[in-house]
């Protein structure tokens, strides 16, 4: 069974910046890419950006591109979103999710989750 604990969320203005972490118990992730989803309220969920981590490519929606950062730690067991120059938007709940990059919706393990506000 693979755990998978978000944290790092909160409140931040407009143009401001926070760090996600999704920490796995596992000692390594085997053949689990990690990715990162958001649903903002009343919204669907949302693929935001998701690391392969065999080879270590990523994959962001074009929303996030060029201010969110998807990134890995092995020696950790975490896996980081840095988030830079938020806007109001990106405000939701923000989740981790294991599984293949190429099928968001097969994705086998999820957190519970880290809410996110951009608010002035």
């Known amino acids: 069974q693979l755990q998978l604990v978000e944290s790092g969320g909160g409140l931040v203005q407009p143009g401001g910046s926070l760090r996600l972490s999704c920490t796995h118990s596992?000692?390594?992730?085997?053949?689990?890419?990690i990715g990162w989803f958001r649903q903002a309220p009343g919204k669907e969920r949302e693929g935001v950006s998701c690391?392969?981590?065999?080879?270590?490519?990523?994959n962001y929606a074009d929303s996030v591109k060029g201010r969110f950062t998807i990134s890995i730690d092995n020696a950790k067991n975490t896996v980081y979103l840095q988030m830079n120059s938020l806007k109001p938007e990106d405000t939701a709940v923000y989740y981790c999710?294991?599984?293949?990059?190429?099928?968001?919706?097969?994705?086998?393990?999820w957190g519970k989750g880290t809410p996110v506000t951009v608010s002035s």
């Open positions: 690391i392969h981590t065999t080879s270590g490519s990523t």
């Open positions: 596992r000692f390594t992730l085997d053949a689990y890419d």
């Open positions: 999710a294991a599984g293949s990059c190429w099928d968001y919706d097969g994705m086998g393990y």
